[in-house]
């Protein structure tokens, strides 16, 4: 996938350590939570980001978004119905590792998509229905503003689809865990070991790559909405990990369950602020407290299930009323 600007992450990937990442002039977003330091884009390049967006960028060293290219591919709606409400995101709000939806499409299997996943729940509570456009695997930048590559098969940009039959009254999303490599940290942490220096330097660029993701996202509704946008509810995520050990966790030492935590609550920090550069969107905290792996009533499916670390239908449940405590606030 063609992007115009080289990503933090990419930069990482290609072997450069992180220090090395800010002085050769990786784009990202510093975040005051995770006092993540970032450098500035050329003013060339930032003249053509705002042009692209029309809207300011978070701070004075916020001033790259990345541009997807144009998407012409079709899609088909997980269901057709009314386009009032319609789900954005990743595994999560797919439901994944739960029962699928009934007569389901070839594209609700290839992204594991559940009828017990939270955005069912949410219109039934609201007598509605949804459009659940979520997909496992999906990040903001391959899944949410652009096509996704899902087992060998293109699923169309998640936004594209939520505007095809116009402005949604509502939408949700969960999204960035992929692009914080959560479940590539958690492995490493099963299979080998985790915590270290180096996977700090890491995490912070992927976050750091994650807000400017996501601020071009929510850009895109704002630009597709004529300005005239929907309620955005944007969530972040639950840790599937206490402070407790069962044969769920014992290949994790209590250290790196509580890294695994801290990188949750970092991850958290970085989606929550980006949504005060937008007047429609509102966070929405998840909370698994009690209710942990090893816990006497997990929420999160166990290393033997089909989705690992995935809500089970109880957590799906507590996500969604999250969400509807929200809106009715």
């Not at 955005?119 to 039934?124: D, F, K, T, Y």
């Not at 936004?159 to 490493?188: E, S, V």
Request: proline share 5%; charged share 20%.
């Amino acid at each position: 996938m063609r992007k115009f600007i080289l990503s933090a992450a990419a930069v990482l990937f290609l072997g450069v350590v992180a220090p090395s990442i800010v002085h050769a002039g990786a784009q990202v977003i510093s975040s005051s939570e995770d006092d993540e330091q970032t450098t500035q884009q050329s003013d060339v390049q930032a003249n053509q980001v705002r042009a692209d967006t029309q809207t300011q960028t978070p701070d004075q060293n916020d001033q790259t978004i990345t541009q997807p290219p144009n998407q012409t591919e079709s899609d088909t709606q997980t269901q057709t119905v009314s386009q009032a409400y319609v789900a954005l995101g990743d595994s999560v709000a797919a439901g994944a590792g739960l029962a699928p939806p009934t007569n389901g499409t070839a594209q609700d299997a290839v992204c594991d998509r559940s009828r017990l996943a939270y955005p069912q729940l949410i219109a039934q509570e609201r007598q509605t229905t949804v459009t659940n456009l979520a997909c496992s695997g999906a990040k903001v930048d391959e899944g949410l503003y652009d096509q996704q590559d899902r087992n060998n098969t293109v699923v169309p940009a998640q936004i594209d689809r939520a505007f095809a039959n116009g402005t949604p009254d509502l939408i949700t999303i969960t999204i960035g865990a992929n692009d914080a490599r959560w479940t590539q940290f958690i492995r490493d942490c099963y299979v080998f070991r985790c915590g270290s220096e180096f996977d700090d330097a890491r995490a912070k660029v992927y976050r750091a790559d994650l807000r400017v993701e996501l601020y071009y996202a929510l850009s895109q509704i704002e630009q597709l909405s004529g300005n005239n946008p929907p309620a955005v509810l944007l969530s972040g995520y639950y840790t599937p990990f206490a402070d407790l050990s069962c044969v769920e966790t014992n290949r994790v030492t209590t250290a790196e369950q509580t890294w695994l935590k801290g990188q949750r609550d970092q991850l958290n920090q970085a989606i929550q602020s980006v949504v005060p550069y937008f007047a429609f969107a509102q966070y929405v905290p998840l909370d698994f407290s009690g209710h942990e792996l090893c816990s006497s009533d997990p929420w999160v499916q166990d290393i033997q299930d089909d989705a690992p670390f995935h809500p089970t239908a109880d957590g799906q449940a507590s996500i969604a009323q999250s969400f509807l405590t929200k809106l009715e606030n």
